[in-house]
Each structure stands twice: as C-alpha cells, then as structure tokens.
C-alpha cells in the first residue's frame, strides 16, 4: 500500500483517509505550550491546607519520642499527624497486579516504630501555606536512638542487623531457574567461556514533576475526590478504597497532566497512603507537592544490582549455554514486592539469540535506603549484562562483535522459539534490525575510520546491543481495556478511556484512532480521560500497554457505533449496507455520486428522531466495550549502535552517532514512536555515565539535588537517528508497546562503545556509572606515553 | 519579618500584593497571580522549568524573591502567544518537531529559547546546546526540542 502524507497530516491510501501512520500534531501540545496545563500542584481548592513531611534523617533507627508542640504553637499550623493518629485507620493494603495474598513488605503508612532509610516519612504537618507547613515540619522534635544500618546490598544476606526484623532476614526472596550444577558439562566441555562480574549503580525515574497529590473529602457526602499526579489513575482509586474502606464509587480520581512518571507514578507509595488517611481528618482539603530533594530521597530507587554471568561457546561461537545469578538491591520499602521483577532478569537473560541451555536465580535484598521501584524496563540489567558479556565474549575470542551477535541473533524462519526459560518470542527481528542499524552506520567504514584514528592517537569506539522485550502484558489487572465513544447529538465525537496524559501522547494516539475507525475528521474527535467518574477501569500506564491496549479498545467500541451509522446511512439513502463508505464525517453512497448523509445528520437522527430508525437499530450513538488481550504479552525487539570518542587522559566520552533500529509494528505516529525511543535512550545514556543515587557507607544520601544528581543535558546527547522494521503483532492493529524499549537497549550500547574505544588499552568495563575519573583510572598511565 | 507590598507588571497587567519577604517570584506567580505555567522542577535553580522573563532577561524564578522583582516587567509563558490562544513561532516549533511529552519542562524552554533567539537570531547547534543545557527535560531526549530550535530560528530570519 503506498501512502502519501497530505497537508494536514492525513495520509491517502487508495482513497481512503487514515490518520494512523502520520505525523499528526499532538492534541495535548496547545495547553502545554501555552501553559494551560493542569498538573497536581496547579489545583487550589477554597480552604486548602499544605502539607510537609517531616522525614527521618537517619538510615536506622527506633523513634523514642515525637514532640510536637513547637510547631502546633505557630500560627497557621493546624495538625501534626504521627503513625499513631493515622496508621491504625488501614484498613487492606494491597496493589491490585499482586494481589491481597502475596508475600509483601508490611509498609505503615507513617513510621511507626522503626525508620528504616534517611527519608522515611515520620509525621505530617498541615499549614495553611507551604511555607508554614515547612517551618512547622523543622519544629517537630523527633527523638531517635539510631542504629548500625545496613546500606551494602551485597553484604545484607549476611549482616547482623536487620531491616525488617520481624521478616528475621534481609533477603526479601529468591527464585530460581534451571540449577547451574546442570550445566557444568556444557560450560567445562566448551571451546570458550566468558565470565564476569557486572555492576549497575542505583539511579531512578527522576521525572521532572514530583509525586503529588490533593485530597478533597466531604463528610456529608461521604465522597472522596483525590486529584493526583500518576500513570494509573482507577488504581489510586480503588487502592484508595482498601486502604479507607470506602465503597469504590464514593471515589473519585482525576489527573489531567501529570509531568512524566516512567514507573515512578504507577503504584501508590507509603507517603500517598498518608495523604489519602488524612483526607477524612484534616476538616479542609490538602495538598502535598515533593520538593526534589524529597523526590530524590524518598520517591525510590532502581536499577541497583549486579550479577555473575557467564556463557560458553563452540568452536565458532555459537553460544551453547547461558547463566546469571542476580542480585538487586530492593531498599527498605520496594513496592511492589519485587521478587518477580528480578526473576524476569533471569527469564530474560538469554535474550535475542538462539540460546539453548540456560541457568539463572535471583535474588532480592533489604537495605536501609530508598525502596525499591518500577523504572522504564525494570528488567533491563538482562540487557545489560548480556550485552557487556558478548562484547567481552568477542574481544577474548579475537572476533568481531557485530559477527558474534550475527551467528547467534534469532532468524525469523526459526520463530516461534522457546527460549531455554520457557518464554517464547515470536513476530520479532532481532537479526534485521541489527543489519539495518549496522547498515545505517556503515559499520566497515567506521571500523576503518577507528583504525585511522588510533594512528592519529584518538579513540573511537562503537558499541551494540540488542533486546526483545514483553510488552502489552495480557494478565490479571493489565489484561483487559476499556473505552466508551459518544458520537453526540451533532456529530461531534466524545471518547472517554481511562489513560491520562504523561508524556506517552495517548490523547492524540486516542484521537486518531477513533476518527479512523468511525470514518470522522479528527478535529471531530475528543478525547476524556483520567477521571475515574467517567471512564472505565484501566490498569493505567506500565509494561508499554497503553497504545497496544487503547486501540483494542477503541477498535473494539468504534466498529459498534461504525456498523450502527452505516446501518442508519444505508436506509436514509436506500442503499445496500455494504455500499455505503464513511469519509471524513460523511457517509456516501459508492459509485453514486451525490448520495450522500453528513454524520451530523445520522446523530440528529439516531437522536431526535427514532422512530424513523432502521428496524433493530438503537437510538443514540453511543457505546461501550472492552477488549482483552489475546495474549500473555506482545515481543518487540531492537537494536542499538552509538560510537564515541574516550579522551583517555581525562576519560571524558563524546557520543558520536547513535542509532536505534526497532520493531514496534504498524506506528500510529511515528514522531510520538522516535519521542519515545529517544526519551528512554536518553535516560539509558544519563544511567551509563551520569546518575548515581548514592549513599555514604551510613546510608546518608549524597545525591538529592540536580547538583549532585546528574541528568543528562543538551550537551550531553547526540543526534538519534531511527531505523524501522514492521513486523505485525498479533494485537489489534499489529501494534506493539514502545514505551520502554530505549531505555534497555542503551545502557550496553553506551558501555561497550566506550569500552570498545578503550580496548588499546586492555580496559574491561564491569561497573556503571562510566564516570570520567573511572574511565581514566582503566588507562595505565605509561600507555599514554 | 512583616510583609511587604510589591507592584509590578506581569503580562502587561500591573499586580499590586502585599507577601512575605521570603515569596519567591515563581510562587508569586504561581499563587498571587494564578498564572501557574511557571512550572519548579526543583526550586534550586537547576532544571530551568520555573524561568521567565524579568526585563527582558531569563530569570530562574525560584531563586528570585517576588520583593527583589519589584517595578519590573515580568513575562511568564502564558504572556508569550497570542490572546486567542495563538502559538508564539517558539511554541508552533516546539509543536512541529514533538518537542514536548509531558509538557512539564516546556514553559521554561518556550520562555528561554525566545529569549535566546532574541539575543541570537541565527545559532550554531553547538550554541544552541548550550544554550539549552541550563534546562532539563527527562521526557525528549532534547531531540525534538533542538529541531524546533533550528526551525524558530529559521523562521525569524525569513521574515
Ligand atoms: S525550579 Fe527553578 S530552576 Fe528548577
Ligand atoms: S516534556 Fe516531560 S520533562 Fe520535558
């Protein structure tokens, strides 16, 4: 089929308009540009009080006292809530993809007894300003006895103390694959084996709005509004109603804008539990805004794990097995339990490549830092130590690495394939999307402009990584998706999903995908969304599903309501069903010219005047339905390549190009499709060499401002250039989940670039961040002379 | 220490409050004023979210006191399109090339790249990097957002 884009972003197939496919211009954009939008800290309800957390500043300890009476003396402060006031209001506290009987961390809303990271939320001030409500937060006098902390994840397993002493270890959980005792004879009978020990720092979402939320109950009602910065607005909802016991429909949710989430913003956390226990108690509504040192204190941490991996290999590298055991470090409140994620590091261990025996275990550890919590592809160390392994892997065997991979990527003529974990990949193109990123560099010519550079004394470097991902998962809460569409009175076209603006462009995914299906013009179509009074449940934004999922939904809905208008048009025009095609509003009669009915008229009709409907066609245009996923997940797969130059004296790395070849399937818009590529390959960059949530040996955080915690900047990217293969997904539409992907392929890309450009110098990268002073102790100082 | 009364022009609208001396200029706007576009990503004076312009210059708001803004013009984003709603050539750039996601970051890139295509019309992109990197966005990866640059730029010049 060829498509030409047209003037106003519609593209032209064999006469028909789709809007799926085009750059079309963001609906969201306009109040976002112009600063109209609505986040958490923009809502101002008459009587709102302010609220501060008063935070623990040290990592272990009891509290022996909490005095309040200073800050309840200053004027404008008008409660100070402990644990004791709040806690004892919980009534079920359980998130609802895992469910009211898993093993979960026990998490009191406000610290009861025990802190248990610097950051853990003690009381709650309310104020009536922000201000008040901060100095009031620095009168609370909290006495603790502190205690020797334990902040070395790789130590907990043995350490005397205890994070949660009634848990009576610090290992949260362990699972298991295939033992590796299983596999001695492959590894001892191999031509090669690679071994390494890969380390990746604790770093996090760090979205540029905080969490936040302001809660509104009215006691005569008994209802409960909650606006709230968040990915999963029906999830706060009915969370909410556990935690209050409140009946779900007395609750109402709404989020118009929420400034970014990427996983931080999908679960509710202990200090949102606060907010919702106070709603009922404090006599006005309240706000709570974090500060960024709070976001970076106590909002949560990722990413901070390491493993022992190895492969071996025949004599022509072939990978013949492949084992990980993985440790993560999970901090003092990871939500949710994280026993599972760490489990798919070694599900997903073996990756794109046609592995045929495979080991893993995982194991999950308590610290006395900040929890444990979802970050875009909370999997992806998989990616990571996999990828550093190949490379390594290449070098040890005097082979090029882009060969190695290429004799081991899965080819499409062999899918579906089990991998040896049991998951099976199939409608990807690991082996095609690597050759279109390699092609697109030229890979030969750079390989001989390194050559020269080397001469020139400078190192250049290119580095690869390729993934498959699960996305759109299709169980339990995630597996269905629901929309309604009203085609209103005068045609225009009203469409309520549960999804809610984050940054991931689902109003304009939304938006164009009705007008397709129903045969409008887009600007005929709005969308409503995140507010749980009006639309239906949805699991939210996570595991890159909404896309995939939101056009089952509204496939699903918008052919009712097609089927009803064509109906409506066929016996107005006295046609034949079958003939009748809907364009831009407008429904005609094909081959007779002339014959034709706007939509508006269908609507007046199907409204106003129902008895002149077709025998079994309900009045109205409005509908309702919700589709569930075929399948336990949809694959999508990438591969990345970047180049850099080291200056070996300073360690200081440039990106030179960086290329992203994916597989998402069919795009519905292929600027929010790159958007999302390069948003997530921009934090893998920042991951590599720049964000670190540290610690001190005491558990005393040293990273919670943007001084210190580093993002990535302007200067700090290059240009990212896109490649795409479409392959179609067994969803509706063929679409796959795009959320995530970047963020997993450029960790290893990133790393084995620059571990590439070292390799003169025998440097073998094992430990991220790559920070300039790391890179330049990798270099012996009489190699530079 | 008492409160003081403050006057000064934002968006071409003279304001007259009286605030505590401590009231940054950010939370001026955002709760005397109402205009909450000016967004804080961080309130130390990093991320650049919270910028506008005072005088003409791009000032981070959360590091300015509203009293220290007294008698000055200030202009938020809200004050850079057109009344109807109408786009600045910034903000119809920023649109063109997917420079925003979630939007949060983007009123104080609307506020400084005016500002910095005001001062320099026609940038290097090497300029216009560093131009850019005293703001943050976790959202783009600053692709789009350096692609609007160029093109707001070419846009004043073939006018
Ligand atoms: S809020 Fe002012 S610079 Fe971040
Ligand atoms: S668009 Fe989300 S922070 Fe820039």
């Keep these: 089929m060829t498509a030409a884009a047209t003037g106003d972003g519609r593209v032209e197939a064999g006469g028909a308009t789709r809007y799926a496919g085009t750059r079309i ?12 939008g609505t986040y958490v800290d923009d809502i101002r309800l008459p009587g709102m009080l302010h609220a501060v957390f008063v935070r623990s500043p040290v990592a272990r300890g009891r509290i022996l006292g909490i005095d309040a009476s200073a800050a309840l003396a200053l004027p404008g402060v008008r409660h100070v809530f402990t644990a004791a006031d709040l806690n004892p209001d919980v009534r079920e506290q359980w998130h609802t993809s895992v469910g009211p009987k898993s093993p979960e961390t026990p998490r009191p809303p406000l610290a009861d007894t025990d802190v248990r990271f610097v950051g853990d939320p003690v009381a709650l001030v309310l104020a009536d300003d922000r201000y008040l409500a901060e100095d009031a937060a620095e009168l609370v006098e909290v006495d603790y006895e502190q205690l020797p902390a334990v902040v070395d994840y790789t130590r907990a397993a043995q350490a005397q103390e205890l994070v949660h002493e009634a848990h009576g270890s610090n290992v949260v959980g362990q699972l298991a694959g295939r033992p590796a005792a299983t596999l001695a004879d492959v590894f001892a009978g191999a031509a090669h084996v690679v071994t390494d020990t890969i380390h990746q720092q604790a770093h996090t979402a760090v979205p540029m709005e905080g969490r936040g939320m302001v809660v509104d109950y009215s006691a005569s009602t008994g209802e409960l509004t909650i606006h709230a910065a968040t990915q999963a607005p029906h999830e706060i909802r009915l969370f909410c109603s556990r935690l209050l016991g409140l009946p ?7 989020m118009r804008d929420t400034g970014g989430g990427f996983g931080q913003k999908v679960m509710v956390q202990r200090d ?14 309240v706000k709570w805004v974090e500060d960024r040192r709070e976001n970076l204190l106590a909002a949560g941490m990722s990413r901070h794990e390491h493993a022992d991996v190895s492969m071996a290999f025949d004599p022509d590298g072939l990978i013949l097995a492949a084992s990980i055991d993985f440790v993560s470090d999970c901090g003092a409140y990871p939500t949710p339990w994280p026993v599972g994620t760490s489990a798919a590091v070694g599900m997903l261990f073996p990756g794109p490549y046609r592995v045929p025996a495979a080991s893993f275990t995982a194991t999950t550890v308590y610290t006395n830092t900040a929890g444990r919590v979802a970050y875009r592809g909370p999997w992806q160390f998989e990616t990571l130590a996999r990828e550093v392994l190949l490379d390594n892997a290449a070098r040890e065997m005097g082979m090029d690495p882009a060969e190695l991979r290429r004799r081991n990527l899965l080819r499409t003529d062999e899918l579906p394939f089990a991998n040896p974990n049991g998951m099976t990949y199939d409608r990807i193109t690991p082996l095609e999307t690597f050759e279109q990123a390699l092609e697109m560099l030229d890979y030969d010519a750079f390989r001989a402009e390194q050559a020269r550079a080397r001469e020139a004394g400078r190192y250049l470097g290119v580095g690869m990584s390729t993934y498959v991902e699960p996305s759109t998962p299709g ?10 569409i009203r085609i209103e009175p005068s045609g225009k076209v009203n469409v309520y999903i549960a999804g809610g603006s984050t940054g991931n462009s689902i109003e304009t995914t939304v938006v164009q995908l009705t007008a397709d299906v129903l045969g409008v013009a887009i600007e005929d179509v709005a969308t409503i969304q995140g507010d749980t009074a009006v639309t239906g449940f949805g699991a939210g934004t996570a595991g890159s599903r909404s896309g995939s999922m939101t056009a089952g939904a509204v496939r699903d809905t918008a052919t009712i309501l097609r089927e009803r208008m064509i109906a409506i048009a066929a016996h107005k025009l006295e046609a034949a069903p079958e003939d009748i095609e809907l364009v831009r509003s407008r429904a005609s009669v094909r081959g007779v010219p002339g014959a034709s009915v706007t939509v508006a008229e269908l609507a007046a009709t199907a409204y106003f005047d129902p008895y002149s409907l077709p025998p079994g066609v309900p009045a109205g245009l409005e509908a309702s339905a919700r589709y569930t996923a075929e399948t336990r997940s949809v694959w999508v797969n990438a591969a990345h390549v970047c180049t850099c130059e080291v200056d070996p004296v300073t360690g200081g790395v440039t990106l030179l190009r960086y290329i992203v070849s994916e597989d998402c399937g069919p795009m519905i818009n292929p600027s929010v499709v790159e958007g999302q590529i390069a948003g997530g390959t921009v934090q893998g960059i920042g991951g590599a060499l720049l964000e670190h949530l540290a610690y001190d040996e005491d558990g005393n955080p040293t990273a919670t401002t943007f001084v210190d915690y580093l993002l990535p900047t302007a200067t700090d990217v290059p240009v990212i250039e896109y490649g795409h ?7 509706p539409g063929g679409y796959k989940g795009v959320g995530e992907g970047g963020a997993i392929g450029a960790p290893p890309a990133v790393v084995n670039a620059v571990a590439d450009a070292l390799a003169p110098f025998g440097a073998r990268i094992t430990r991220l961040p790559l920070t300039p002073e790391s890179l330049a102790a990798l270099v012996p100082p009489e190699a530079l002379r | 220490m008492s409160d003081v009364q403050v006057e000064l022009t934002v968006n071409g609208q003279a304001r007259t409050a009286t605030v505590q001396p401590r009231l940054t200029l950010a939370d001026f706007l955002r709760e005397e004023c109402r205009l909450t576009g000016t967004h804080l990503g961080c309130e130390h ?3 650049g979210a919270c910028t506008v312009l005072v005088d003409g210059e791009a000032v981070r708001s959360c590091l300015v006191f509203a009293v220290q803004a007294a008698g000055s013009e200030v202009t938020t984003v809200e004050g850079l399109g057109g009344p109807d709603g109408e786009l600045s050539p910034v903000q119809a750039a920023l649109r063109d090339c997917h420079g925003l996601q979630c939007g949060f970051c983007t009123p104080g890139f609307v506020v400084s790249i005016t500002a910095f295509l005001r001062d320099n019309p026609r940038p290097t992109d090497q300029e216009t990097r560093e131009a850019l990197s005293g703001t943050l966005c976790r959202c783009t990866g600053y692709q ?3 692609r609007a640059v160029q093109q707001a730029a070419g846009a004043e010049t073939a006018r």
Excluded: F, K, N
């Design chain 2, 144 to 146: 789009g957002i350096l």
């Design chain 1, 475 to 484: 169980y339990g809460s995630y597996a269905t998706e629901a929309a309604t």
């Design chain 1, 272 to 285: 949102e539990m606060a907010l919702m226990l106070v709603a009922r108690r404090a006599g006005a509504p």
């Design chain 1, 25 to 36: 211009g963001r609906v969201e954009d306009p109040r976002l540009l112009t600063g109209r």
């Design chain 1, 248 to 254: 779900e429909h007395r609750i109402r949710v709404l």
């Design chain 1, 725 to 731: 293969i479409e392959t179609m997904s067994g969803g």
């Design chain 2, 45 to 47: 004076g990093v991320c």
